[in-house]
């Protein structure tokens, strides 16, 4: 057991939450998370709003435990995602690639945990103004869209800029991450790369084969120069986006490759012309789990570290 101000707030068992990763955190995945006592996420990523309402429908069929959507802000069919998600409200609403800010206030008289994913302390302080219930604070440690900041420096930052719950991502893995977030202030975690690889998640089998094989330097960050920087592994497509953006390429023709390359690498399995946004952590996966298994290894070895480190101190 380790129990969390986390658990409470959003009616799960332990502090951990999987990441709303588009093409990848389908209702499959979300349910069996929640069904394990963590807080399972549907990625809306660019879906139109009918793909997230059966997503919601079978998700339900799945579990009675509370879950979450994923709001990515850049998406074109935002209007609908965010009407639907009104008219069904779930329990927790998280956002990532922009600012939600003008969402809160519905979301929250809908009965909805708004918590947005932020990488900057100034956004942070912003969203806390607003009223949202919780933030996560994502290093750049994390796979996809990324800000500028490593866990190890943002988290700590974050937690003394506001005074609402900070849950921890990038860079987590196991019962160790899970600690040391702790101990950096965060109430609990998120995980998306750790979860890719569980068993109930859908992604295309070669992707997980992919992150099983990867070592520690085998992701890159494309993007930079157009202002959109992506973690991903890297492969072909991340080789083509180097040399681009070397050869001072404009952001609108280095943006088209990314056109449809989520998906391509998701949902076809093509791990070297697709985009296999994952984590640093990629290369501490080492097989596909079920996700129960998953979240209670984590639990415990946190515990286990909990002692222990209580042990080492000498008075
Ligand atoms: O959102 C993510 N990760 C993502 S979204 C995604 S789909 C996508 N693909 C290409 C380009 C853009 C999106 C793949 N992975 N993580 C959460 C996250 N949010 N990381 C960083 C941010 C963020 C960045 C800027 C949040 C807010 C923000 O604010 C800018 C502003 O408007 O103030």
Redesign the pocket.
């Known amino acids: 057991m380790l129990r969390t101000s986390l658990c409470d707030l959003l009616g799960i068992e332990y502090p951990i939450i999987q990441g709303g990763m588009?093409w990848v955190s389908t209702a499959e995945l979300a349910a069996a998370v929640s069904e394990a006592g963590g807080l399972g996420i549907i990625g809306s990523?660019a879906a139109p709003s009918g793909w997230l309402k059966e997503q919601l429908r079978k998700t339900r069929q799945l579990t009675q435990k509370p879950f979450g959507v994923n709001v990515?802000l850049?998406s074109p069919f935002l209007d609908e995602i965010m009407s639907l998600l009104l008219a069904e409200p779930v329990a927790v609403v998280t956002t990532?690639?922009?600012?939600p800010g003008k969402y809160v206030a519905s979301l929250r008289e809908a009965g909805t945990k708004v918590i947005p994913?932020?990488?900057s302390v100034a956004?942070a302080k912003r969203l806390a103004r607003g009223g949202v219930d919780a933030l996560i604070a994502?290093g750049m440690e994390?796979g996809?869209?990324?800000?500028e900041l490593a866990t190890m420096a943002l988290l700590p930052q974050v937690v003394d800029a506001v005074d609402i719950p900070v849950i921890a991502a990038g860079g987590v893995f196991d019962g160790r991450g899970l600690v040391a977030a702790m101990a950096l202030g965060a109430v609990g975690v998120q995980m998306g790369t750790r979860f890719m690889c569980a068993e109930e998640c859908t992604v295309h089998r070669r992707v997980k084969e992919y992150v099983i094989k990867a070592r520690d330097r085998d992701t890159a960050v494309t993007g930079i120069s157009t202002g959109?920087p992506?973690r991903a592994l890297r492969n072909k497509l991340t080789r083509k986006y180097q040399e681009m953006e070397k050869e001072n390429l404009s952001p609108e023709e280095i943006e088209k490759l990314?056109v449809g390359s989520l998906r391509r690498a998701m949902v076809d399995g093509d791990v070297e012309n697709g985009t296999v946004?994952a984590g640093q952590v990629s290369a501490m996966v080492k097989k596909v789990q079920p996700v129960k298994d998953i979240i209670r290894d984590i639990i415990n070895e946190a515990g286990l570290i909990l002692g222990r480190l209580n042990r080492q101190v000498i008075n």
């Open positions: 588009a990523g990515m850049r990532g690639a922009g600012n994913v932020v990488s956004l994502e994390s996809g869209h990324i800000g959109h992506v990314g946004m």
